[in-house]
């Protein structure tokens, strides 16, 4: 990485945590080629979504599945609200190779029948599953700039998310 930084006449960082992650692989001459260029989301396309009124409580969570994201985490707190008695949904969009580790997982506490696994979708598909959230939550243990928060955040959909990375620079908070 340092030596393509060197190579380079200047680098596009999407965010400061980005930024910051090319100046630890590079020398301090080389950090006036680092231009900020901050990633957003399309507002015609993500637009404010009308409040959900459903009785059951929908919580959203797009992301690869994989330990690094934290859906174990998300399970367990779905568990315990859903056995406390509380109506809660779980809606998983996203694929790999923890798949059935989680499912596994969401059978064990015995969740499965609130947990939607949607697999991999495209965004005509995801625009309409975010319509229906209540929450969206991000678990994630590693992240740079998640785009997943952004869309959801133009929704105007209140989103709860580790403090970790890049996702300070996106929610503070409350």
């Known amino acids: 990485l340092s030596n393509k930084i060197a190579g380079a006449s200047f ?4 965010s400061n945590f980005c930024r910051s992650q090319l100046m630890k692989a590079s ?3 080389q950090w006036n080629k680092f231009e900020l260029c901050r990633l957003g989301v399309d507002p015609e396309v993500f637009d404010v979504r009308p409040a959900p009124d459903g009785d059951v409580f929908d919580i959203l969570c ?5 330990p690094a994201k934290g859906l174990s985490i998300l ?3 779905a568990a315990d609200l859903i056995h406390a008695g509380r109506r809660v949904r779980l809606h998983l969009v996203g694929d790999g190779p923890a798949r059935e580790s989680l499912e596994k997982t969401a ?3 015995g969740i499965a029948d609130n947990v939607i696994f949607y697999g991999t979708i495209n965004q005509i598909r995801l625009r309409s599953i975010l319509l229906i959230a209540d929450v969206f939550v991000l678990p ?4 740079g700039i998640p785009v997943v928060l952004m869309e ?3 929704k105007e959909i209140p989103c709860i998310s580790t403090y970790v990375a890049g996702v300070p620079e996106l929610i503070e908070s409350s």
């Open 62 to 66: 797009t992301a690869r599945l994989v």
């Open 27 to 29: 020398s301090p001459e």
């Open 11 to 14: 680098l596009c960082c999407v």
């Open 140 to 143: 994630s243990f590693a992240e």
């Open 107 to 109: 059978f064990e506490l």
């Open 75 to 77: 399970l367990l707190a």
């Open 152 to 154: 959801a955040m133009a």
